[in-house]
């Protein structure tokens, strides 16, 4: 069973950074493709950064490379998205997925190939 949650949003100014944190309650996230998306108001869900199974690839969005890193912590089973340089336009609903795709050393970077979601958290950046 695979169940997803994700902590860390919050209010901060431009140029600050979060750590966000997606749990997983039950499989070890090292059985999976992981994955985060957002989606600010109005617009569709987009990804964000992704992680292999294999935990040795990356990939970001253009918009987030050189800001955000992913990286997944074995021993809390976690995965973590840590955000810096934040800029409003990275406000968003930031929401966790995980992948039961087979290749281990593959990145995923469509919502299609995620089959588990977190509910989301809330990331807003403003002055």
């Known amino acids: 069973q695979v169940q997803l949650v994700e902590s860390g949003g919050g209010l901060v100014q431009p140029g600050a950074s979060l750590r966000l944190s997606c749990a997983n309650s039950?499989?070890?996230?090292?059985?999976?493709?992981m994955g985060w998306f957002r989606q600010a108001p109005g617009k569709e869900r987009e990804f964000v950064a992704a992680?292999?199974?294999?935990?040795?690839?990356?990939r970001y969005a253009d918009s987030v490379k050189g800001r955000f890193t992913i990286s997944r912590d074995g021993a809390k089973n976690t995965v973590i998205l840590q955000m810096n340089s934040l800029k409003p336009e990275d406000s968003a609903v930031y929401y966790c997925?995980?992948?039961?795709?087979?290749?281990?050393?593959?990145?995923?970077?469509?919502?299609?190939?995620?089959?588990?979601w977190g509910q989301g958290t809330q990331v807003t950046v403003s002055s």
């Open positions: 997925a995980a992948s039961s795709m087979v290749s281990s050393g593959t990145v995923y970077t469509s919502q299609l190939e995620y089959d588990y």
């Open positions: 039950g499989r070890a996230v090292s059985s999976f493709a």
């Open positions: 992680l292999s199974k294999s935990g040795t690839s990356t």
